[in-house]
């Protein structure tokens, strides 16, 4: 897909590529969304300050410096992330650091494990639609032609029907599992080729809007040009992403505080002050780039940003369930043939097994010298009754079901992270969802949890969204705006019934 260099959500063009005069920004969070925004500002020319209240950049895919038993320093992160290859923003982020994107490997295949051995293979599908479904279905072994007579082929069109405005009008009020519901696939289909897909974002299926479930699918597969495969970082994201983007952004000037909490906005006449548990920061614009949560929290504390109705949408956003993030080490290999990551279904609580020595280069190594291997589970959306004794039964059976050496094996080493800050995607919240642009002059946001205009999801919004942030502050100075790249905005079928 070409870039979408100027649809009408964005600034109109501008023949200035840098700022014609001093300004100060203060990009609050030091994840994807505030690096990108601060990028731009920076290379536009523009002093930048960016506050992040981690010890290190990176947000939810960040990673900090841990120690094993041993005194072997590693790199823990916030579990698995994969690249996809139509994150086309993200990816121009990271060309910043690394023009070939050498930092990353490509995977073969996203498979999915159920099971009797059931498994769902998503390589070397065709990348056009309707060609990838057809396929898809055909090749499925929980599918077959038979059961197709009792599917919901009018619901099932929907994916192919996507189009911003109308599929959330019609759709949002609903429920994911509804919309599941309504297709009539086999269990055992479904399971393999919708329910994995449904946990990846966070939102479990009874809460989450079958609007943006209809969004993912077209992101994801029946808009994406590119194949549901992806790539995964070589080196952990401290090493092969933070630090040079760290050096990056300090060459070109921006003054990077981590450590330092943003606790409330000033506007003074036409600036606004950032005040931190540090200093007073004044600035000419400020974009909050940080979690729900601390988003709620500066507004709460910020009089001047008491504008009704957009004050309500902040009040309003929510928090999807807690995801677990289990880093084992052991003291024997997996098999060589498994695959260095691979979604899961009918198993409990488990949803995905990385084999971290399979792809990283720290685990590799540690595997190497210790004859073991370092192993990650991750359940999505866990249903905050269940204890953790119980999540970890359910998370370990998973892996011991599926790979049967590894209940042969010893644990030597043990991470074991609960974490909710992801944001929630609830029935009819689309309409009050806030945007980049907010109605307060010189303010912006940026994050996964912003209303865009364009398909996106996770690491990749984020990016699109910090893009915008930055955009939109720079238009009224007249500088060209950072080009936003999308998939197809609607599907093969969209506008059509």
Known sequence: MKPLRNPQWLPQPARASRVAQPLEYVVVGGGIAGVAAATILAERGAAVTLVESEHFLGG?????????SSGQPFEMERGFHAFFRQYYNLQRLLRRIDPGLDLLRPLEDYPILGPQGQVQSFSGLPRRTPW??????????ALRLRDMRHVNAGQALQMLRFDMETTYARHDRGTAREYLDSLRFPPKARRLLFDVFAHS??????EMSAAELLMMFHFYFTGNPEGLVF?????????????PMRRYLEGLGVTIQLGVRAQELRRDDERWEVVTDAEVLPADGVILAVTVPALQQ???????????????????????????????????????????????????????????????????????????????????????SVEEAELRRQLLHGLHTLYPE????????????????????????????????????????AGDFVKLPIPSA??????ASGF??????????????????????????????
């Not at 939810?60 to 094993?68: I, S």
């Not at 990838?132 to 072994?141: C, D, E, G, I, K």
């Not at 969802?433 to 002059?441: I, S």
């Open 201 to 206: 974002f966070f939102n479990p299926e009874e």
């Open 458 to 463: 996770l690491m990749e919004r984020a990016a």
């Open 406 to 445: 590894a209940a042969e094996a010893s644990v030597l080493e043990e991470r074991f992270l609960v974490r909710q800050d992801c944001p929630a995607f609830k029935p009819g919240s689309w309409d009050h969802r806030p945007t980049v642009q907010t109605p307060l002059p010189g303010l912006t946001l």
């Open 468 to 497: 915008l942030a930055a955009n939109v502050l720079l238009a009224p100075h007249g500088v060209r705006p950072e080009p936003i790249e999308s998939v197809p905005l609607r599907g093969m079928l969209g506008g059509v019934g």
């Open 298 to 384: 500066i507004v709460a504390h910020s009089a001047d940003l008491d504008h009704g109705s957009w004050r309500s949408s902040i009040e309003a956003l929510e928090l999807t369930r807690p995801f677990a993030v289990w880093r084992l080490w052991l003291d024997r290999p997996m098999r060589a043939d498994r695959a260095p990551f691979v979604g899961t279904t009918g198993l409990g609580a488990l949803d995905n097994i990385s084999v971290y020595d399979h792809f990283e280069d720290e685990s590799q190594r540690w595997a190497a010298q210790s004859g073991g291997s370092v192993v990650e589970l991750h359940a999505y959306a866990v249903d905050p």
């Open 132 to 141: 990838n479904v057809m396929t898809l279905a055909l090749r499925s072994p």
């Open 60 to 68: 939810r895919a960040g990673a900090w410096t841990d120690q094993l």
């Open 231 to 243: 790539d995964v970082a070589k080196a952990p994201f401290s090493r092969s992403i933070w630090e």
